[in-house]
């Protein structure tokens, strides 16, 4: 089975984290995620994230670190997922590829349905979202 490699982008912006809906015409129709896309041959994974949210949001990022990086098995393709906090230095946001974007509390997450590859992501945002709190 084939590991496809892609990256995705934690942008949060006054405790609020950016997600992104699959539009109808794409696979997993309706579900919520984080923004990115596939890493191109030669492409590191920040150029990719970069470029992919260029591509889908209209906004230019800057990567402040890595956040975490999953592994899931949708049975028909592994997804290798690398993700990276964000945040936006430029742009107003145009999506192109999604048909819904939203700015969610943090703690609100687990209220959508996201992507099986996301959940880990939203749990690793929680634990450092929370342990800023304290």
Excluded at 32 to 55: A, H, M, S
Excluded at 92 to 112: A, C, F, P
């Amino acid at each position: 089975m084939k590991t496809i490699h892609v990256t995705a982008g934690v942008i949060i912006h006054e405790d609020k984290v950016l997600i992104t809906r699959r539009a109808p015409n794409e696979n997993f129709a309706g579900s919520w995620e984080f923004p990115g896309g596939k890493i191109e041959p030669n492409e590191t994974p920040e150029d990719c994230l970069v470029r992919e949210i260029k591509e889908e949001l209209n906004i230019d990022v800057s990567i402040e670190k890595f956040c975490t990086e999953v592994t899931h098995d949708y049975g028909h393709m592994i997804v290798h997922l690398m993700t990276y906090y964000c945040t936006i230095i430029k742009g107003d946001i145009q999506i192109s590829v999604h048909d819904q974007y939203k700015w969610v509390k943090i703690n609100d997450l687990v209220k959508y349905d996201l992507l099986p590859a996301d959940i880990p992501i939203v749990k690793k945002i929680m634990e450092e979202y929370l342990d800023k709190k304290q």
